[in-house]
């Protein structure tokens, strides 16, 4: 039996988007505009807002998503999070409506996601900036990540959940991934479930596909999946890195 924990959630709210391309937009070209387009005027646009005395972000990472097995499931291309002291207000407008930049020009509009991080395995992922010209923004790469993004079946009790995604599932994974190498292993929790698009996400970091493969055989389940309903399993090898 796996011995329970405490894990304390992060302070402040983790606000994600949620990213797919428009219509007759290719993958490369969204990124690419998201990298040297977007990001740059994010990151100059919170340290406006940190000089103004605003909210401003104190984290700003990007995932981008392996092109999906099943096209018509989720097809989400990445998402962008940012790391605030409490959560941003909802816009009365999507983001990219209308569109800022040329990457939202290719972008659906947005929308926050704000979510509650709780950090169960924190392994190190090294950032290295940028050797040239500005730091940031720089990628990292050499791990595979797995994102899984879901929501409740109907009728179960999202803090029954949410309990036993904390203090019965979370050390379960946790003692799987210690035993098989992985090397990072966080969750969010939304912090608006019945207005949000998923109940939460789970992310975790492995060093390659042989640690991955070896810790879904040695994982067992804890009725975990009894609960949730709509699932949405991503993958990325790639993270677009704004604020460290």
Not at 136 to 142: A, E, L, M, N
């Amino acid at each position: 039996m796996v011995e329970p924990m405490t894990i304390e959630p992060t302070p402040g709210a983790k606000m994600q988007y949620l990213i797919r391309r428009r219509a007759g937009v290719s993958r490369e070209d969204l990124i690419a505009n998201w990298f040297a387009n977007h990001m740059p005027e994010v990151i100059a646009g919170q340290i406006r807002s940190a000089e103004r005395g605003r909210p401003a972000a104190s984290r700003y990472i990007a995932t981008v998503f392996e092109p999906q097995q099943v096209p018509a499931s989720h097809g989400w291309d990445g998402v962008a999070q940012l790391w605030f002291d409490a959560p941003l207000p909802r816009p009365e407008w999507p983001h990219g409506d209308p569109p800022r930049d040329t990457f939202q020009e290719r972008a659906e509009p947005y929308v926050p996601w704000p979510t509650r991080e709780l950090v169960v395995l924190d392994g190190l992922i090294r950032v290295e900036p940028n050797s040239f010209g500005k730091p940031f923004p720089c990628t990292r790469s050499g791990f595979v990540k797995a994102t899984t993004l879901f929501t409740a079946k109907p009728g179960v009790d999202h803090d029954d959940l949410f309990r036993h995604w904390t203090d019965v599932h979370a050390p379960n994974v946790r003692s799987a991934l210690e035993a098989t190498g992985g090397l990072r292993y966080v969750i969010n929790q939304s912090l608006e479930p019945h207005v949000d698009p998923y109940l939460g996400s789970a992310e975790v970091w492995f060093p390659d596909d042989d640690a991955r493969r070896a810790f879904n055989e040695a994982y067992v389940s804890d009725g975990i999946e009894d609960m949730v309903g709509d699932i949405a399993f991503l993958t990325s090898r790639t993270e677009m890195i704004g604020i460290p």
